[in-house]
């Protein structure tokens, strides 16, 4: 049986609590969506910010919405170059140890003390598909990716919940390096 996932390219990002989103925007602010992602109940927000480091900085990253429990800037291995900041590859959420950065809003300025990670690569499985493959949570697998540039890509986390929806999703580098793009398919090798 053929185990086949859409591929999600995603492009630096940050997730802010509503402190942070405050802060940035002003007193009582809240998110208005742009559009919806390929997880249930989140969305990229129309708010954007700049994000600065030592040695660079990027003026419009992408929100994504609802905020959450802790703010985290979610950038490629290119990209924390760009920035001098030396970022940690990490699953969504493990921000303990990691590098701060300046963002600037219309309203404000936060520093961040942690939370610039570059997000391990990972596939969204609902819990109902990975009982059907025989996939456990926090199991790392084995991806292929096809077309001209194709690459196998290893320790690929599975995260399983009966709130996600099917997505694998890699960062811009590593789409780059396989010609991979939004929509693509990938396949479960191991």
């Given at each position: 049986m053929s185990k086949t996932v859409p591929v999600g390219v995603s492009a630096r990002h940050i997730h802010l609590t509503q402190e942070h989103v405050e802060a940035l925007?002003?007193?009582?602010?809240?998110?208005?969506?742009?559009?919806?992602?390929?997880?249930?109940?989140?969305?990229?927000?129309?708010?954007?910010?700049?994000?600065?480091?030592?040695?660079?900085?990027?003026?419009?990253?992408?929100?994504?919405?609802?905020?959450?429990?802790a703010s985290q800037l979610e950038i490629s291995r290119t990209d924390s170059f760009a920035l001098g900041v030396k970022a940690p590859v990490r699953e969504s959420g493990n921000i303990e140890g990691t590098p701060g950065i300046t963002l600037k809003g219309p309203a404000g300025e936060v520093e961040l003390e942690q939370g610039v990670i570059i997000a391990a690569r990972h596939i969204h499985f609902h819990t109902s598909e990975a009982e059907a493959w025989g996939i456990a949570d926090k199991q790392l697998l084995k991806v292929r990716l096809g077309g001209d540039r194709g690459l196998v890509l290893e320790n690929v986390i599975a995260r399983v919940s009966d709130s996600f929806k099917l997505d694998m999703h890699i960062d811009t580098d590593e789409a780059n390096a396989a010609g991979a793009n939004n929509g693509d398919t990938a396949e479960i090798v191991d």
């Amino acid at each position: 049986m053929s185990k086949t996932v859409p591929v999600g390219v995603s492009a630096r990002h940050i997730h802010l609590t509503q402190e942070h989103v405050e802060a940035l925007f002003g007193p009582g602010y809240q998110l208005t969506e742009f559009k919806p992602l390929s997880q249930p109940g989140q969305f990229a927000a129309n708010e954007q910010v700049a994000v600065i480091g030592s040695k660079g900085k990027f003026d419009k990253v992408r929100i994504l919405g609802p905020a959450r429990p802790a703010s985290q800037l979610e950038i490629s291995r290119t990209d924390s170059f760009a920035l001098g900041v030396k970022a940690p590859v990490r699953e969504s959420g493990n921000i303990e140890g990691t590098p701060g950065i300046t963002l600037k809003g219309p309203a404000g300025e936060v520093e961040l003390e942690q939370g610039v990670i570059i997000a391990a690569r990972h596939i969204h499985f609902h819990t109902s598909e990975a009982e059907a493959w025989g996939i456990a949570d926090k199991q790392l697998l084995k991806v292929r990716l096809g077309g001209d540039r194709g690459l196998v890509l290893e320790n690929v986390i599975a995260r399983v919940s009966d709130s996600f929806k099917l997505d694998m999703h890699i960062d811009t580098d590593e789409a780059n390096a396989a010609g991979a793009n939004n929509g693509d398919t990938a396949e479960i090798v191991d």
